[in-house]
């Protein structure tokens, strides 16, 4: 791993740490019941974990990378992945929990969005 990657994913563990202290500081205002809380840990958990795969796989020197038009087909395959992978975890959180699905689903969406707007910036910054 480059030092570009070992930067990266300092910067994941801090950015990570934040939506956990929000959620402990303010998750029993947003929920009544601590399901939705662990659920919403969980999730956390999955886009960290995801980004580390999407930082190993778009690493700008990985053969699949070099190759020509092999960028976008990836790109657009973790993209599909994590929407995919996203919708399962909100419906089965919806099917199994049953408890408090709106707020779960937009506290869930609101993570989404950030761990989004996360790997942008490192896809645009290390794409060259």
Same mark, same amino acid.
């Given at each position: 791993? $480059?030092?570009?990657?070992?930067?990266?994913?300092?910067? #994941?563990?801090?950015?990570?740490?934040?939506? %956990?202290?929000?959620?402990?500081?303010?998750?029993?205002?947003?929920?009544?019941?601590?399901? &939705?809380?662990?659920?919403?840990?969980?999730?956390? +958990?999955?886009?960290?974990? *995801?980004?580390? %795969?999407?930082?190993?796989?778009?690493?700008?020197?990985? &053969?699949?990378? $070099?190759?020509?038009?092999?960028? #976008?087909? !990836?790109?657009?395959?973790?993209? +599909?992945?994590?929407?995919?992978?996203? !919708?399962?975890?909100?419906?089965?959180?919806?099917?199994? @929990?049953?408890?408090? $699905?709106?707020?779960? +689903? #937009?506290?869930?969406?609101?993570?989404?969005? @950030? *761990?989004? !707007?996360?790997?942008? #910036? *490192?896809?645009?910054?290390?794409?060259?």
């Amino acid at each position: 791993m $480059t030092s570009a990657n070992h930067k990266y994913i300092l910067y #994941l563990v801090c950015f990570s740490i934040v939506p %956990v202290i929000t959620l402990a500081v303010f998750g029993t205002s947003v929920f009544t019941d601590k399901r &939705p809380l662990i659920g919403s840990g969980a999730a956390i +958990a999955f886009f960290f974990l *995801y980004e580390i %795969v999407v930082m190993r796989m778009m690493n700008p020197k990985s &053969p699949a990378i $070099t190759t020509p038009g092999r960028f #976008l087909n !990836l790109f657009m395959g973790l993209k +599909a992945v994590k929407i995919l992978l996203s !919708l399962v975890w909100i419906t089965l959180y919806a099917v199994a @929990i049953k408890v408090e $699905t709106k707020r779960f +689903a #937009l506290v869930f969406a609101a993570l989404y969005l @950030i *761990y989004l !707007l996360f790997e942008t #910036l *490192y896809l645009t910054r290390n794409r060259k």
